[in-house]
């Protein structure tokens, strides 16, 4: 990056952002009726102009010679292979396999402005470093992926018409990826991502706009209040002003309208007022409520009513609260099934719309009522369509496992951009700084001290790192709950975060999860990770043909099989076909998470506030953890865990894996219910099958609002035939009917003679 040396030759004052702003006193707004826009018309002429620079650019991997020559106008760059913007450069074939940097340049016409007009360029996004030049002139540099950077580009556009934009854009992979320093998330380190993936390029679009004099640099949006009475909306706005002035900001909440004027000085200026909205109509999860939004718009106005810029947006009321892991949205405590969802596809750029808004629509189909948004920022549409939905989403900061010790103070700014982004929407329940901050590299295997040792002592990633990504979270929005770090187990001086427990696959059986939880019980107030492999419906990608001798060197690679655990649960040399392997891995992962989903939810708000499964759809061909893989096809463990996350369900004790002729068998039976009123007259049938005869009990009564209850209990005696043990359960009301199975065997106990 050549950002300081040439900064001193530019013509330009490009900024991206301004550290020194001014903060100017907080001046309290007033209600204004009648409404404004009636009363108080703009000048004619007041417009705001954006010129879209997306499409096709030319683009050249950079060298020595290039870095220096490619700024300039006099270079024909009429031989470079074409690029899209937006987009990923490699999802270009001349690009398919560089790590870059890599050049881009785009000519455009745009209009010399008025005088009393300024002229910004936005880059909407960017992986991950880029350095911007324009018509030959340094502009200035980024660094962040997921949010805009925008420079002042007003004295260019006034010298002609015709222009020349040129970028250069780094994404270096880490050579140590325990010490990583792009804030890149899972896109450059992750277990379900091909690891030689570059995410690199211009994956936003670029456009060209203009203000008056004031501009909106930043705008932070924020419900502080909302009850049945009045709901309360916090903005926090910088201002950019050419030259000092009054302005008049209003804002509009649906039908709610307010003023207040404002001076400014010239530069930055910070600025914060409230508005009140009475009588709201409040935003709830679909579990509880409906999901209305409304329109919001700011407009700052110079003398004389003119339009100097604008933003709109739609957000809805509502306050959210954790206490002790429970989540609370107005007030109504929820019991969240969730679960885990990576990038809708690796390179996001090429998601379109629908396909975000999909994997929203799925998750609430599914049952569930949180997606955590893993180890990434995603694009705008899944946002806009989880607020839709009602589906709520926990955001992590895109920083995974182990990071480099210089980059705290840009993993904090990054951390206020993601509110600033995103802290409008009423989807978005709750941050996330840091996922697993562990110094580990899945490729490199993972030693067990040095695991334990980062999850018990004090390490930088950890306890710095995290300490001040948190606290800027905190800082910038009071309004939600922030969790340092995601997967941290309880040591001396700390309680632990929310868990990840692989029981069936990294460590122990997928029986032991009760036991565990029992002896543990600060492990199940929030699991956040949980799962098993599977093979997908959609295995081309790994050339069926092939079986039993697949390149499973590849598959693990690039396609994440983790062939040596599957060794341990679902051996493939078991199987004589690559479809039967499969439906045996479809079938173990379904067991995983029907009982691990059925315990947690037996431990309801004792203490157990919730949990999100791992993971719920794949962004590229992969055997990974996922209920959906690449395609959206369903693997046997979507039904799973839909069946588990209804409303309401009746459970059972597991039954014991095998039971010998005599073995006494006991089962509590519960019935777990997350509607919101009470279900009176519920009959609850249970029947224990087995080739000789079977056994019934039945239970009546009531089912209270948001619960989980004990029935009653399965007492038997293991009959003498050997072979399949079948508990069938049914519950029964006028408004609700549902079953459940568990199976076992009965084996004669060769010790017994």
Known sequence: MRAAALRRTSSLTGTDSQPDSRSCPRVAGRDMAPKLPSARRLRSGASLRAVDLSGTWRAQVADDDLRRAF??????????????????????????EEDGPVLYRRQFDFPRPAPDRRVWLTLEGLFYLGDVWLDGAYVGDTEGYFFPHTFDVTQAMLERREHRLAV??????????????????????????????????????VRLHDTGTVRITRLRTLCREATEVRAVVGFTAELDAAEATTVTLRTTIGGTDHEVEHPLATGANKVEWTVTVARPALWWPHALGGQPLCDVAVEVLTEPNELSDRRAFRTGLRQVQMKRWVLSVNGERLFVKGSN????????????????????????????????????????????????????????????????RGIRKQAARQAREAVDLLGHHPSVAL?????????????????????????????????????????????????????????????????????????????????DLPRFLAAWPRFARFVSEFGAQAVPTSDGFMEPDRWPDLDWDRLRHTHSLQKAIFVRFVPPADYRTLDAWRQATQHYQAAVIKHHVETLRRLKYRPTGGFCHFCFADGHPAV???????????????????????????????????????????????????????????????????????????????????????????????????????????????????????ETLIVEDPLRG
């Open 341 to 404: 969802q990576g990038p809708t596809r690796m390179a996001l750029a090429d998601a379109t719309p629908a396909e975000l808004a999909t994997d929203v629509r799925l998750a609430k189909e599914a049952g569930l009522d949180l997606l955590r948004v893993h180890g990434h920022v995603t694009r705008a549409e899944l946002y806009d369509a989880a607020d839709e939905a009602g589906l709520l989403l926990w955001q992590d900061m895109p920083l995974q496992w182990g990071y480099a």
């Open 624 to 742: 990974t953890w996922s209920v959906l893989d690449h395609q959206r096809v369903p693997k046997a463990g979507h039904l799973a865990l839909q069946e588990a996350c209804a409303p309401v369900i009746v459970v059972a004790d597991r039954p014991a894996a095998t039971y010998a002729p005599g073995d006494p068998i006991t089962l509590d039976v519960h019935v777990v219910s997350d509607l919101r009123a009470t279900l009176d007259g519920v009959r609850v049938q249970a029947r224990l099958r087995w080739a000789g005869g079977d056994h019934a009990w039945a239970w009546e009564g009531a089912v209270a609002a948001d619960s989980c209850v004990l029935v009653g209990t399965v007492q038997a005696v293991a009959p003498d035939e050997e072979g399949p043990l079948v508990l069938d359960l049914e519950l029964e009301h006028e408004n609700v009917k549902t079953s459940n199975r568990y």
């Open 71 to 96: 700024p300039s106008g006099e270079l024909d760059d009429s031989g470079w292979p074409e690029v899209d913007v937006p987009g990923h450069w490699r999802s270009s074939p001349a690009f398919a």
């Open 431 to 511: 941050w996330c700084g840091h996922n697993e901050p562990l110094t580990l590299d899945p490729e490199q295997g993972v030693r067990l001290g040095r695991l334990v040792a980062s999850m018990e002592l004090p390490t930088w990633n950890k306890t710095v790192l995290d300490h001040s990504v948190s606290r800027a979270l905190e800082t910038a929005d009071p309004t939600r709950p922030v969790i340092a770090h995601s997967g941290v187990w309880p040591s001396l001086g700390s309680g632990g975060t929310d868990a990840h427990l692989y029981f069936g696959w990294y460590h122990g059986d997928e029986r």
């Open 168 to 205: 250069e854009v780094t994404c270096s992979p880490s050579k140590d990826r325990t010490a990583k320093r792009n804030i890149t998330g899972v896109f450059e380190h992750w277990d379900c991502l091909d690891p030689d993936w570059n995410p690199g390029g211009i994956w936003r679009p």
